[in-house]
């Protein structure tokens, strides 16, 4: 079974600030990982995906996220907030196709950070 | 391109009545389908999924059932509304390769 915990429920910037959120996993299997952001009243966007490839992941909207299978991590950062970055973002986790059994692709998410981003 | 559509965008219904909201899928065959629930503060949480045309699987216990008609087409219905069945419904879907799931707009159900 996997898991996903994000700290911090609630994260207030400044614009041009350092925007970190933060994920961490528990997975029984080498997992795959995603960020999602959702503005309100709307579906969720994929930012990016880490599927095995390399650890550092860039995504759109000037967001990254590096994967560290050490510390179980995959933390979501962008060097500089701007106003439109405002919104709650989802860390979710799902087992490889290949990795036994069978996920049917469904995705466990964390429980949501909203990012505030003020003048 | 493939697209997701969810009807109705926002519903209001009285305790005690039936429920039905439609996900469709274009520009993709065979997708699996997935209905996730958004309450307030509580994340989201993956109600249903299907991997194929009358296949469902339900991921807890609820007032609510699914079906899935057609190849690209989810519903998700109740019979019987409780206060507890409010929030925000998602649709989304994948294909058998990839395990990014895409999302629809999303309904807003109030029920009072």
């Known amino acids: 079974a996997q898991s996903v915990t994000q700290l911090g429920s609630h994260v207030s910037v400044s614009e041009g600030a350092l925007v970190l959120l933060r994920c961490n996993y528990s997975?029984?299997?080498?997992?795959?990982l995603f960020w999602y952001v959702q503005y309100p009243n709307q579906g969720l966007q994929l930012l990016l995906k880490?599927?095995?490839?390399?650890?550092l992941v860039k995504g759109i909207n000037g967001f990254e996220a590096e994967f560290k299978k050490s510390e179980t991590s995959f933390h979501l950062t962008k060097p500089s907030a701007h106003m439109s970055d405002a919104a709650e973002y989802f860390c979710?986790?799902?087992?490889?196709?290949?990795?036994?059994?069978?996920?049917?692709?469904?995705?466990?998410f964390g429980q949501g950070t909203i990012l505030t981003v003020h003048p | 391109s493939q697209t997701i559509h969810q009807w109705p965008a926002t519903l209001v219904q009285p305790v005690g009545s039936p429920l039905s909201l439609e996900c469709t899928v274009e520009?993709?065959?065979?997708?699996?389908l997935y209905w996730y629930r958004q309450a307030a503060g509580r994340g989201l949480q993956l109600l249903f999924y299907?991997?194929?045309?009358?296949?469902i699987s339900s991921e807890v216990p609820q007032n609510l059932s699914a079906s899935r008609p057609q190849d690209r087409q989810f519903i998700l219905s109740s019979k019987k509304l409780l206060l507890s069945d409010s929030g925000f419904y998602l649709c989304?879907?994948?294909?058998?390769?990839?395990?990014?799931?895409?999302f629809g707009p999303g309904t807003r159900l109030t029920v009072l």
């Open positions: 989304a879907w994948t294909t058998g390769f990839s395990n990014e799931q895409f």
């Open positions: 997975s029984s299997v080498p997992p795959y």
């Open positions: 880490y599927t095995s490839a390399a650890t």
């Open positions: 979710a986790v799902t087992l490889r196709t290949n990795a036994g059994g069978t996920s049917y692709g469904k995705l466990t």
């Open positions: 520009g993709t065959s065979n997708p699996n």
């Open positions: 299907s991997v194929g045309i009358g296949q």
